[in-house]
């Protein structure tokens, strides 16, 4: 029979060699995953270098629509400035505060003025409806009437100067001489 001290060691490397076998075998696994982690890696710095060139070149971009846009807007303030209304509507704010400084009497001298103005608008349009009442009463029937009895005279005076003109030109054919040569002899 074999001794207990024999068996016992039969027993632990038993055990040592499945440890050993385990150890490798987990080894094995961890190389596999570190292979796997580098390559995630390196696909993560792919994604990270093409979303900082993607980055650069959309603040490129952004730069490049803020100065077009800057640009049209200086464009656009000098257009709206060329404009001749506006320089009108300019010229008269500069003579309101010309006004007001001039007068300062009376702080509803604006006012006042404005309240003329829009009467003389409407006096002016009254005036532009008397004329046109009085275009519209020399368009009347009985006015008309004249007139169209001064037209039938001149057309009967055309009519009788036709008439005439006809017999002169019938007198002026060579048979109508010939018939009055023979009516004479």
């Given amino acids: 029979m074999k ?21 490798q075998a987990m080894a094995k696994n961890l190389k596999e995953d570190l292979v796997n982690v580098e390559k995630d890696i390196a696909s993560e710095t792919k994604k990270l270098t093409a979303a900082k060139s993607h980055e650069k070149n959309s603040k490129a971009n952004y730069d490049k629509a803020a100065k077009e846009l800057e640009a049209a807007e200086k464009v656009l303030a000098t257009a709206k400035a060329n404009k001749p209304g506006k320089q009108k509507k300019k010229k008269k704010k500069t003579d309101k505060s010309k006004k007001k400084t001039s007068f300062n009497i009376n702080p509803n001298m604006d006012r006042f003025q404005e309240e003329v103005s829009f009467y003389n608008l409407n006096l002016i349009e009254v005036a532009d409806g008397k004329e046109a009442e009085k275009k519209e009463k020399a368009k009347k029937p009985g006015k008309q009437k004249k007139e169209k009895k001064s037209d039938k005279t001149a057309k009967k005076g055309d009519a009788k100067k036709a008439e005439v003109a006809k017999k002169d030109d019938k007198a002026k054919k060579p048979g109508k001489a010939k018939k009055d040569k023979k009516k004479s002899d």
């Fill in 3 to 23: 001794s207990p001290a024999i068996r016992n060691g039969i027993k632990r490397l038993l055990l040592s060699a499945m440890l050993l076998v385990g150890l």
